[in-house]
């Protein structure tokens, strides 16, 4: 498996009426849907395929797989086929650890608030990824969760609220509709048994959601006054990924 060798790159976007700094814009905007079209796309898409689902012309596409491969974005498989490449996981990672330092103080203070166990959910399609979890201190009974648990992204307070968090799909569970009325999601005993568990997405800039911040407790606690802490959270966790 290789990055992509796609020939001589064909001339710049940039036409008479078009100064450089429009092109690298649009240049810029076409080569991070290529990237957002192959994330949905895991199994991999043929150059015509990708061309029709990223909406690009072939010619610009070939440029742009060219410099993504370079920069082991995007890799073309046996197949012939390009996915996402091991240069896309040293970015997540980046973010991934920026999320985690966002994270931490608001969980830490809504865990104190509430008396029960705050975490950090991420989607890991088709499953979600206990990322971050902070215990109250004065609480002595509580939920241990454990970072790294995976469990289906369908599942759970948190699963639910990253589906909330993004645009209705057809055939997706009467509960992630409800959430995204609601602005949360309520589960118990989806994921452990006994643990009832709320949570909210977390939308930096509006856009679909990849994370969730919940609470989870051995016993349903009054969502009236859970509820706006855990938005709260959330949102403050989307401000400080710059949303």
């Not at 088709?126 to 599942?155: D, H, K, M, N, Q």
Request: hydrophobic letters at 45%; glycine letters at 10%; charged letters at 20%.
């Amino acid at each position: 498996m290789n990055a992509p060798e796609l020939g001589p790159e064909p001339l710049s976007d940039a036409g008479p009426d078009r100064s450089p700094s429009d092109a690298g814009s649009k240049t810029l905007e076409r080569g991070l849907l290529v990237l957002e079209t192959l994330a949905h796309n895991p199994r991999g898409l043929g150059i015509t395929e990708l061309a029709v689902a990223a909406g690009i012309h072939r010619t610009a596409l070939h440029r742009l797989l060219g410099s993504l491969g370079r920069h082991h974005l995007v890799m073309r498989d046996d197949h012939r086929k390009f996915r996402l490449a091991f240069g896309v996981l040293e970015l997540a990672a980046a973010v991934e650890s920026r999320l985690q330092e966002a994270a931490l103080p608001e969980l830490s203070a809504l865990a104190e608030a509430v008396g029960a166990t705050a975490t950090l959910t991420i989607a890991d399609d088709p499953e979600c990824v206990a990322l971050l979890a902070v215990e109250p201190r004065r609480i002595a009974v509580r939920v241990s969760y454990r970072t790294g648990f995976r469990y289906p992204l369908t599942r759970g307070a948190a699963g639910i609220a990253i589906l909330a968090g993004r645009r209705a799909v057809k055939g997706e569970r009467p509960e992630v509709g409800l959430a995204r009325e609601r602005g949360y999601a309520t589960s118990h005993g989806e994921v452990q048994p006994g643990v009832w568990g709320l949570a909210a997405p977390i939308t930096p800039g509006g856009r679909p959601a990849q994370a969730a911040v919940a609470v989870t407790n051995l016993v349903p606690l009054d969502e009236s006054t859970i509820a706006p802490r855990v938005i709260a959270a959330a949102l403050a966790i989307a401000g400080r990924m710059g949303g």
